[in-house]
């Protein structure tokens, strides 16, 4: 089995800051790119944050220059700084992992539970 566990949401007001955390454990052979994803009410779920294992980086035009995610490989664990924050990105955070559990299995997506962000004008 393969759990992703997030942490760091939370109330913040306008202008703040915040640091989402997610943690791989299980059985993980191999961890391909890590992102992060979220989701409004209303609204379906986009794209945030991703980063490859070597280290690349790609952002939504909405949060470039504000938000900044990073990982440890040897934790299995991928960051997301958010600086900045406005009302518009209240939402559910989802850690997602494109990973390989053993050599026999391909590689999959897996999604964390989500980690509520709300931003107070």
């Known amino acids: 089995q393969v759990q992703l566990v997030e942490s760091g949401g939370g109330l913040v007001q306008a202008g703040g800051s915040l640091r989402l955390s997610c943690a791989a454990s299980?059985?993980?052979?191999?961890?391909?790119?890590m992102g992060w994803y979220r989701q409004a009410p209303g609204k379906q779920r986009e794209v945030v944050a991703t980063?490859?294992?070597?280290?690349?980086?790609t952002y939504a035009d909405s949060v470039k220059g504000r938000f900044t995610i990073s990982r440890d490989n040897a934790r299995n664990t991928v960051y997301l700084q958010m600086n900045s924050l406005s009302p518009e990105d209240t939402a559910v955070y989802y850690c997602?992992?494109?990973?390989?559990?053993?050599?026999?299995?391909?590689?999959?997506?897996?999604w964390g539970q989500g980690t509520q962000v709300t931003v107070s004008p």
């Open positions: 997602n992992a494109y990973l390989k559990r053993i050599t026999l299995l391909p590689f999959r997506d897996y």
């Open positions: 299980g059985t993980i052979l191999s961890i391909n790119a």
């Open positions: 980063i490859t294992s070597g280290g690349t980086a």
